[in-house]
């Protein structure tokens, strides 16, 4: 492919696809300027789900950088937690984080007013 190629140029070129549905582009070559940006194709960009302006996480794993979208993310989220969700169906995922936070409250309140009660102080409550 050529670097005039549409969508794959440094120039802006119109690209007309709307997927509903993350999609997946082969391999490109892209190269990275003397301030170290790279253009996303225009391909890629519609492949994710992202536009000029949107926001994508950044990580590098083996030293391979990868960008995720924010529906690539939230699509792995809801894979995970739909398994999760079914390997446990009478697990209430919200009474428990409710039952820890209520749990985790209680021992920073017994921990704050055991150190008010060493320095002579009333309890909190």
Do not use: Y
């Not at 194709?41 to 950044?58: C, H, Q």
């Not at 017994?110 to 008010?116: I, K, N, Y």
């Amino acid at each position: 492919m050529t670097a005039s190629a549409k969508g794959f140029s440094e120039e802006s070129a119109a690209f007309d696809a709307h997927p509903a549905e993350l999609g997946s582009v082969a391999h490109a070559r892209l190269r990275i300027d003397k301030a170290g940006r790279i253009v996303i194709p225009a391909e890629m960009r519609a492949a994710m789900l992202v536009k000029p302006g949107d926001t994508v996480t950044a990580h590098v794993v083996d030293g391979e950088f990868r960008l995720v979208s924010p529906r690539a993310a939230i699509r792995r989220f809801r894979a995970a937690t739909q398994d999760w969700r079914e390997r446990n169906p009478d697990v209430d995922p919200v009474a428990e984080l409710i039952a820890d936070r209520r749990a985790e409250a209680r021992h920073e309140a017994e921990d704050a007013d055991a150190w008010r009660a060493a320095r002579g102080l009333p309890p909190l409550e």
